[in-house]
């Protein structure tokens, strides 16, 4: 039997403008004043539409200032949903499971540059729909040598179409996946709005339900001192089969003060596992039931092979970009296997975050969140590695 994997969310393309300086004059006039006010941090997210109202100029004219007209030093795809998708699918590569994009974007440069990219890898771009307007697009500026060397980047968001998808653009085929995967939904503010009847109707159809999630930068803007909704409210945890989020999402979304009591939040609402993760350090997970084995709260290390190998570079080949993205489609590719080998039950979450764990310490070697393979494969064979020596450090740890 075909397993069906059907993903939307934040799909868009990352353009990288290299030494930025934020302490220049041109920086100096687009910088905020006070938070929320539409203009640039260092090291925050800032939407173009809020920018260029602030600014009282086009984004054009915003990014030519800024950068002196130069064009991008590197470019990729991007965006949580996309992402994970092609990393799981290059992982399962020959497997008889078909992973599926819905999304939108526009007519456009950017769109054929990301037709192109996802062309090349084994994701089916069977809901990815042309609107009218501009595709979904991150512009990152780095300035290196921002706080003293330490280096750091600011980045500008163009919602583009994605701030016109909703619930309405999703055909009956995606509630028919087997696994419904909702990636940066946050990014997609009227289909995250909606967010819960879609949960619920993927959970009538027998879909299994994945979220995760992005920073809210719009309920973040709108109401800072309140828990952060997901689709109409608390509701929709009971529908999530599985919940994954970095820590200061989780804590934002829970209303909690740490991780230990979000994870309690998490799974009191319903949510069936929950993973938590925090860049370099542990990972957070606990199950309560569904297709998983019940599994108190645990802790899950960083690779150290992965360690190793970056601290002995003079300079690393790639960047952080995507790592997360990366870690939730290593966790999707095993319980895809775990569910081929044993049907929908007994699923172990700490085994399939092992995965996670070397999915996303490898894509530090990498530019950009997606790289597309030579030949299929090489992707998996070079996890698979990381994996085993994973499996040896747990053992030494126990």
């Known amino acids: 039997m075909t397993l069906r994997v059907a993903g939307v969310g934040c799909c868009l393309m990352d353009y990288l403008y290299h030494e930025v300086d934020f302490s220049g004059a041109a920086f100096a006039r687009y910088q905020a004043r006070q938070p929320g006010c539409g203009g640039l941090t260092p090291g925050a997210l800032v939407f173009a539409e809020h920018l260029e109202a602030y600014a009282g100029q086009p984004l054009e004219n915003i990014l030519r200032d800024l950068t002196g007209g130069a064009p991008p030093r590197a470019q990729n795809l991007g965006g949580p949903n996309v992402v994970a998708l092609i990393h799981a699918a290059q992982l399962l590569a020959g497997a008889d499971v078909r992973f599926e994009l819905y999304g939108a974007h526009g007519a456009d440069d950017a769109a054929a540059e990301m037709q192109a990219i996802i062309g090349q890898t084994p994701l089916a771009p069977a809901g990815y ?41 999703l055909p009956d085929e995606f509630f028919a996946a087997d696994v419904l995967y909702f990636g940066g939904t946050a990014l997609t503010p ?27 930068f719009f309920n973040e803007r709108r109401a800072p001192d309140k ?65 998983f084995l019940g599994r108190a709260p645990t802790r899950l290390p960083i690779s150290e092979a992965i360690r190793r190998e970056l601290a002995a570079l003079e300079r690393p080949p790639g960047d952080t970009t995507g790592c997360g993205d990366n870690f939730a489609g290593g966790v999707l590719y095993a319980l895809l296997c775990q569910w081929q080998a044993q049907g929908r039950a007994d699923w172990d979450l700490a085994a399939a975050c092992a995965w996670g764990v070397c999915s996303g310490g490898l894509a530090c070697f990498y530019p950009g969140g997606v790289m597309l393979e030579r030949a299929p494969g090489e992707k998996l064979a070079r996890v698979a590695a990381y994996h085993e020596a994973y499996l040896a450090q747990m053992a030494d740890i126990r």
Request: with cysteine; glycine share 12%; charged share 20%.
């Open 129 to 169: 729909l042309e609107l009218p307007g501009r595709s979904p697009l991150t512009l990152v500026l780095a300035d290196p040598q921002h706080d003293h060397g330490a280096g750091e980047r600011t980045f500008i968001n163009l919602l583009g179409v994605a701030a016109d998808y909703g619930p309405e653009h």
């Open 190 to 216: 009227r289909l995250h709005a909606a967010l819960t009847d879609i949960l619920r109707r993927g959970r009538e159809r027998g879909a299994l339900n994945i979220v995760a999630t992005v920073y809210d």
């Open 227 to 291: 828990p952060w909704p997901l689709g109409s409210g608390p509701e929709s945890y009971a529908l999530i089969d599985l919940l994954i989020c970095d820590a200061v999402e989780a804590l934002r979304l829970s209303g909690q003060r740490n991780a230990d009591d979000a994870l309690d939040y998490f799974l009191a609402a319903g949510v069936g596992g929950v993973v938590i993760t925090s860049g370099p350090e542990p990972v957070y997970l606990a199950a309560r039931g569904g297709p």
